[in-house]
């Protein structure tokens, strides 16, 4: 289908609250037509309360050969995880 | 037994156009739309569905909603000439699929403030159903109408080889549980008008409309889906799984 019909990415919300989530990809000619197929396709069985698809193109992506460079630094920081301090039981789920 | 009959009229319509819509399973011209057409096929069998039963509850003769569907011959299908049309290609699947709609949508629409608290019922959920059914045909007829000069093309055919079956939708039998069908045909002609300006597709010279589908007058062509849609029970009686 080729540049008739691009790549489009399509994100779903499940509930009010929750942030979109990546669900898959589908063909469309145009974002109407997107969103369209996106609801026929990915919330067949209530999947979702809101639909969000953007051009694949359009995304801009991390290079897997620089994983190393770009996620091992964080590795042996385990300061960062908010896991020394104490939560009165009073605040509950955090 | 004027409703009843009015439910079947009803039921038909959704039974034959939901079955033709199920042919396209496997068959559409790409994945999103294979889904697409199989989810509207889900839809209007549903409500004919919930039609056929509510139909066979007032009957009153212990008939089940698969009798209805399974044991009918062709003569007594009462759906509009319309609904049985075969597919054609995607332009006339898009095209039968809105006109239907647009019909559909504000006859629930009326219906949602029915007596009939069953009526208003099935409404509810079939009012949402079609408007999504408008909308989805509605966008393809504008693309392909306002898209190639092929497209284009078989979309206008499209509109030629259905115009002398859409006015028989607004015939049927009256009764007091649903609205009047005829006193839909100016939201109806406000739709589609305002698609195919869209669209850039011309509204034909008037034709002799073909009609009859009401009273089980039938083309051809249904005793063939019939055939075919009631083979298993009519080859093996009263099969379950």
Redesign the interface.
């Known amino acids: 289908?080729g540049d008739v019909?691009p790549l489009w990415e399509v994100f779903i919300r499940p509930r009010n609250g929750l942030a979109h989530k990546h669900v898959g990809s589908?063909?469309?000619?145009?974002e109407?037509?997107a969103l369209?197929?996106a609801?026929?396709?990915y919330t067949?069985r209530e999947e979702g309360t809101s639909i969000w698809v953007v051009r694949s193109e359009a995304i801009a992506a991390s290079d897997p050969a620089r994983a190393g460079e770009n996620f091992d630094p964080a590795e042996d920081k385990i300061y960062r995880h908010p896991t020394f301090y104490k939560i009165p039981d009073d605040v509950g789920h955090m | 037994m004027a409703l009843y009959r009015a439910l079947i009229e009803l039921a038909d319509d959704h039974l034959v156009l939901g079955h033709r819509l199920s042919e396209w399973c496997g068959h559409a011209p790409?994945?999103?739309?294979d889904?697409?057409l199989s989810?509207f096929a889900l839809d209007l069998i549903g409500t004919a569905r919930s039609l056929y039963a509510y139909a066979a509850e007032i009957e009153g003769k212990g008939r089940s909603e698969d009798d209805l569907a399974y044991l009918r011959n062709e003569r007594e299908y009462l759906n509009c000439l319309l609904v049985e049309r075969p597919n054609g290609d995607f332009a006339h699947t898009m095209l039968r699929e809105f006109y239907f709609a647009a019909f559909m949508e504000p006859f629930w629409q009326a219906a949602l403030a029915s007596n009939d608290k069953v009526i208003a019922g099935i409404a509810g959920k079939a009012v949402k159903e079609m408007a999504?059914h408008m909308?989805?045909a509605g966008?393809?007829i504008v693309?392909l109408g306002d898209g190639t000069e092929e497209s284009a093309a078989r979309m206008q055919a499209a509109v030629v080889d259905l115009h002398p079956y859409w006015e028989e939708l607004f015939s049927g039998g009256d009764c007091d549980a649903l609205p009047d069908r005829a006193a839909l045909r100016p939201a109806w002609e406000a739709s589609v008008k305002a698609v195919f300006a869209e669209a850039n597709l011309d509204w034909p010279e008037p034709v002799y409309g073909q009609n009859g589908g009401r009273d089980g007058m039938h083309s051809e062509v249904l005793g063939r889906m019939l055939s075919d849609m009631q083979y298993l029970q009519r080859a093996h009686p009263g099969a379950t799984w």
């Not at chain 1, 589908?26 to 145009?30: F, P, V």
């Not at chain 2, 790409?30 to 739309?33: D, Q």
């Open positions: 289908m019909t589908l063909h469309a000619a145009d109407a037509l369209s197929a609801r026929d396709v067949r | 790409m994945l999103e739309e889904l697409a989810n999504y909308r989805h966008e393809w693309r």
